[in-house]
């Protein structure tokens, strides 16, 4: 009932809610910037708890493993809100309108596969807008801090910032987040990446990219390199020193950028313009997609990405825990057998996902279990 649900709202509001985010506390080795960010984090969490402590008839998730399975890890989940609350109102904005990528293929190789069709009401448009602010601040104050760019580097780039979170603020406000990438290994032993995002005014990233080379020295922005439809692409060369992992992972410096008045596009790597070209080419044909098809729909291997993402932080005056965990995680997922996928769909008037894994999430598990056992109680 109404008078139920009010309740349940003071409940969370002066109890839950309060308790929860009392326990976010600061690590040794968190600075101020990364503290802040992961409040926000939890504070816009919590606004999402909270709709659904209070507006859901039913939540529920679900694991089971098999290992007779390929996929030996499923999770399901349910969300089944109350009629006429807010969340209701949420989940009834979801699967309206295709996506404006539906027509982009899956590679079957891919090491990234993900597609994002997400309206955002009011309360997610306003918390996605803060995240916003938070990060252009805290990218504005680093810049503040370098030691080894000029005051005009600096100056542009806190206007190349400027306009690309410009850019981001005018997508979140529009309340709709549309955009596919597409990843996979190439011939050179490299990968190659293509991508796309649905923007109020694509055009606008290009006085942005006039800025890069004057942001950073060995950087280099050649504009109109080609088109595809009413896609004009941009050729983006990193400066190698400062970007030496992107031409690890993807065998080159050059990034090309697709912009149009309704979307942003971005690919790397061996036959990136090719690509690039294709899929543009291939969404200018007539939608294939479907109102219903799911919201969110990913398939990722872990293993190149957490290898990337340890050689990243490399160096780095982390917790040591947590650097240990990523090798745990590097040495199950590269063995092989590590995608995980991702699906999540509106049915009628409630939300369901589902969430599989291969037997690499179980090596990760073990691995952790394992040298939480010898830690604990080994002699």
């Keep these: 009932s109404e008078a139920a649900q009010k309740v349940r709202k003071q409940q969370y509001d002066a109890n839950i809610r309060k308790e929860l985010f009392a326990m976010v506390e600061r690590t040794k080795l968190e600075t101020d910037d990364q503290f802040e960010l992961r409040k926000l984090f939890t504070d816009i969490q919590l606004d999402e708890l909270g709709r659904l402590y209070v507006g859901a008839k039913q939540a529920r998730l679900g694991l089971v493993i098999d290992e007779k399975q390929a996929d030996v890890s499923t999770m399901d989940f349910l969300l089944d809100p109350i009629p006429e609350t807010e969340l209701a109102a949420s989940v009834q904005l979801l699967a309206k309108k295709s996506s404006d990528f539906a027509n982009i293929a899956r590679n079957e190789d891919a090491i990234l596969s993900a597609r994002i069709n997400h309206p955002l009401d009011e309360m997610r448009q306003q918390n996605f807008v803060k995240l916003s602010l938070l990060l252009r601040k805290q990218a504005q104050q680093e810049f503040d801090k370098e030691t080894d760019a000029t005051k005009e580097e600096k100056q542009n780039r806190k206007k190349a910032t400027d306009l690309f979170f410009d850019m981001i603020d005018a997508g979140l406000k529009s309340g709709v987040v549309d955009a596919f990438a597409e990843a996979h290994p190439s011939e050179n032993g490299k990968n190659t990446i293509v991508g796309g995002i649905l923007a109020v005014d694509g ?163 073990g691995k952790m279990m394992a040298d939480f056992s010898k830690e604990n109680f080994d002699d």
């Design 203 to 365: 055009n606008a990233f290009i006085e942005a990219l006039k800025l890069f080379p004057k942001a950073s020295k060995g950087q280099k922005v050649e504009l109109n390199v080609d088109e595809a439809g009413d896609v004009k692409i941009h050729k983006f060369t990193a400066a190698t020193k400062e970007h030496a992992l992107f031409n690890d992972f993807f065998g080159s410096d050059v990034i090309y950028l697709g912009t149009s008045k309704k979307a942003v596009w971005y690919a790397a790597g061996e036959n990136a313009l090719v690509e690039l070209k294709a899929a543009i080419t291939k969404c200018g044909e007539p939608n294939t997609g479907k109102a219903d098809d799911p919201v969110a729909d990913v398939v990722i291997k872990l293993g190149p990405w957490m290898k990337l993402r340890q050689a990243l932080h490399a160096g780095d005056d982390e917790d040591e825990e947590l650097l240990k965990l990523r090798q745990f995680a590097v040495d199950a997922f590269l063995v092989g057998d590590d995608s995980l996928k991702l699906n999540l769909k509106r049915v009628g008037d409630h939300v369901e996902g589902l969430m599989t894994g291969q037997p690499g999430i179980l090596r990760f598990i």
